[in-house]
């Protein structure tokens, strides 16, 4: 079931031409997240009422989650300029995600 989360940023780089990893730090401890599943994060903008969905990248701790994602449209151009210690609110774990146990047979 998702919850709502405050998620810190911890880094915000530039990885490719257009693209970036954002680290988040959550406020609490996060649940298991499988592969497949996704987040919804709000850009903080009164104007972008709706959270942007994201595939999570990697889990770096209990607290600690990243994101990858490619600036196209305005929503991810706030986000690929929001700098280190922004909070954010994120929705997780979204999707039923798959076993990648299940995948190699």
Request: aromatic share 10%; with cysteine; glycine share 8%.
């Amino acid at each position: 079931m998702a919850k709502e989360y405050t998620g810190k940023i911890l880094s915000n780089k530039k990885v490719a031409e257009n693209q970036f990893e954002a680290v988040f730090e959550s406020n609490k401890k996060l649940p298991v997240i499988v592969p497949g599943q996704f987040c919804m994060v709000s850009v903080n903008d009164s104007s972008r009422l709706l959270r942007r969905p994201f595939g999570i990248y990697r889990m770096l701790d209990e607290y600690k989650f990243s994101i990858l994602y490619r600036v196209l449209g305005e929503g991810t151009e706030i986000l690929s300029k929001l700098k280190k210690g922004t909070v954010l609110s994120v929705l997780l774990p979204l999707g039923n995600g798959y076993n990648l146990k299940m995948m190699k047979k």
